[in-house]
């Protein structure tokens, strides 16, 4: 029969391995990034193949990518389908490049620039700033602008999220008496692109930085879209396309402070045709206490661009500051969600 004592220690010992695991969990996401990088489900959409194959054909060690991949076969990203032998898994799958809600790009950039910006994490909660620019030299979009080869990665994570977040919205939310839809921060234009094939009587505008939406007019052609939507290239701080009935921001305010995120808000309601429609597509913070991806995007937020996801209340005090009225909050099968605002 069990001591108090010993029940005592048993009940230390779980909390100690709980604990434990939650303080190792870089070692997953950062053995994720390697697989990426070498581009190991590439090379596996024909089928299981050996370690030893495998590394030869990336330019790795057989024996430490083995060690890898046994890891992320444990977690269901591989499956060892013989000895040292291995093939993709549905989830292992998104890790490939071409496939429609593509990680890889996510997976490589939170390995490298998130990686590095978390390493001065205790900077942020000290200065309540992000650590980019003591990591990177400068803020994290002036390096974006300067790197372009890092300003690419960012650009197909976002892509890849935007393609998960796209089919979420589309489900969820009624385009059709939406109008003209002018998408601010819209990037490559995948939500954009996939709200239009749904609504083919729409005609739209995607308005982001020059070097962004160069891709966007790549992707609106490739889909048949390029007559129906305009690309605009600019800056959402001095202005943005007038003349919308929605205007459309996904995960564009949570990279910003109130300060920031007001002149954008203030810029798109000037140019907002009357009785028009603001729609944000947004993670909102619960009241409750429990695990909530939307927090952890949170410290993501305050780490590295020095913005921040808010709740409902945050939402509709930074609204009304900018001249809108919250109507409704929508829910989607992704953990952002969509505020509907109309001006007032």
């Given at each position: ?330 829910s989607t099968a992704v953990p952002e969600r969509i505020i509907e605002a109309v001006a007032v």
């Open positions: 029969m069990a001591t108090p004592q010993i029940r005592k220690d048993t009940e230390q010992l779980s909390s100690a391995m709980m604990l434990r695991e939650m303080l190792c969990g870089f070692w997953v996401s950062q053995s994720i990034y390697v697989a990426a990088r070498i581009g190991v489900a590439d090379l596996l959409k024909d089928g299981p193949q050996s370690c030893e194959h495998l590394a030869e054909r990336a330019g790795v060690d057989a024996g430490a990518l083995y060690r890898v991949m046994r890891t992320l076969a444990s977690y269901g990203l591989f499956e060892e389908s013989e000895p040292q032998c291995f093939g993709l898994t549905p989830l292992g799958s998104l890790l490939q490049t071409s496939v429609p809600m593509s990680l890889r790009s996510l997976a490589i950039w939170n390995g490298e620039v998130s990686f590095k910006a978390w390493g001065d994490a205790l900077h942020a909660v000290e200065t309540g700033q992000p650590t980019t620019r003591r990591v990177l030299g400068m803020n994290l979009f002036d390096y974006l602008g300067q790197k372009p080869e890092v300003g690419q990665i960012f650009n197909d994570a976002m892509s890849g999220l935007a393609t998960q977040v796209s089919q979420a919205v589309v489900s969820a939310y009624d385009f059709s008496g939406a109008g003209k839809v002018v998408d601010i921060g819209g990037g490559q234009g995948t939500l954009l692109g996939a709200i239009l094939r749904v609504y083919p009587e729409m005609h739209a505008i995607v308005f982001d930085a020059p070097a962004v939406v160069e891709g966007a007019n790549r992707r609106l052609e490739a889909m048949s879209l390029a007559e129906r939507c305009q690309v605009v290239g600019g800056d959402f701080f001095e202005r943005v396309p007038e003349g919308g009935d929605t205007y459309l921001l996904s995960s564009v305010l949570h990279d910003w402070d109130d300060e920031n995120s007001l002149l954008i808000l203030r810029n798109c309601r000037r140019a907002m045709r009357q009785n028009g429609k603001l729609l944000l597509i947004e993670c909102v913070i619960p009241h409750s206490s429990g695990p909530d991806f939307s927090k952890l995007l949170d410290l993501q937020m305050l780490v590295v661009t020095g913005g921040r996801e808010r709740t409902e209340e945050q939402f509709r005090t930074l609204l009304s500051a900018a001249g809108f009225e919250v109507k409704r909050i929508i």
